[in-house]
């Protein structure tokens, strides 16, 4: 059972640098969200997506935007990298609003 | 706003010393009162979900109870691989989709 699965596990950027993250559930599930943690700051909401062909922003939005491609693939695009987005990125999934949030293993991003 | 406090920070045990851990919430409307344990390395696990006051839930040396205003991760003789950070995160009425996350419970459980 795979579940939420993100790649890459493991990425180092240079400032100004683009990339995206990647996303996939197997799960049939409506929600999907990327959530950054920090230490001392937990887990906070980036950008979710309530169903397909809807995203809205979180908590921590800014120098990210996000793409809903299909009900399975949510991904996260940063378009200039900054050093404050070193973090490990999470990616999870629910099968609505209300219900149980299920989280990806993490891609730990650093950037110099 | 949502707030999330988890006490204590970390906590040691010895191996069958039973113990709990505190969550304590503040939130417009409860949705649900969610339970994680992290591994270091991995995403959260999910381990349970609570919706209302005196709701309990129980797995293995587990157990969840919810009040009105905190929540208690009860560990009954814990063992070595019960040695993770706990994580608990409400979802309130007016935050649609978004969970408000405590910073943890680091547990060690010494053999």
């Known amino acids: 059972n795979a579940g939420v699965t993100q790649t890459p596990k493991f990425q180092v950027l240079k400032t100004g640098q683009s990339m995206t993250l990647q996303c996939a559930q197997d799960m049939n599930h409506n929600s999907m969200y990327w959530y950054r943690q920090d230490p001392g700051m937990g887990l906070r909401l980036i950008y979710y997506?309530?169903?397909?062909?809807?995203?809205d922003k979180g908590e921590v939005p800014n120098g990210y935007n996000v793409s809903r491609l299909n009900k399975r693939e949510f991904s996260l695009r940063l378009e200039s990298a900054a050093p404050s987005q070193t973090s490990v990125y999470f990616c999870?999934?629910?099968?609505?609003?209300?219900?149980?949030?299920?989280f990806g293993e993490g891609s730990w991003l650093t950037v110099v | 706003e949502d707030q999330v406090t988890q006490s204590p920070e970390a906590l040691r045990l010895q191996e069958g010393e039973s113990s709990s851990l505190n969550c304590s919430y503040t939130v417009s409307g409860l949705r649900g009162l969610f339970w994680y344990r992290q591994d270091p390395g991995k995403g959260p696990e999910f381990l349970f979900t609570l919706y209302s006051a005196g709701e309990e839930k129980e797995k293995e040396r587990l157990k969840a109870t919810l009040t009105k205003k905190e929540s208690f991760l009860h560990i009954t003789a814990p063992k070595p691989e019960d040695s993770a950070t706990y994580l608990c995160?409400?979802?309130?009425?007016?935050?649609?989709?978004?969970?408000?996350f405590g910073q943890g419970t680091i547990l060690t459980v010494h053999p």
């Open positions: 999870a999934s629910s099968e609505g609003a209300a219900n149980t949030i299920y």
């Open positions: 995160a409400v979802h309130g009425g007016t935050s649609y989709g978004k969970l408000t």
């Open positions: 997506s309530a169903s397909e062909g809807t995203t």
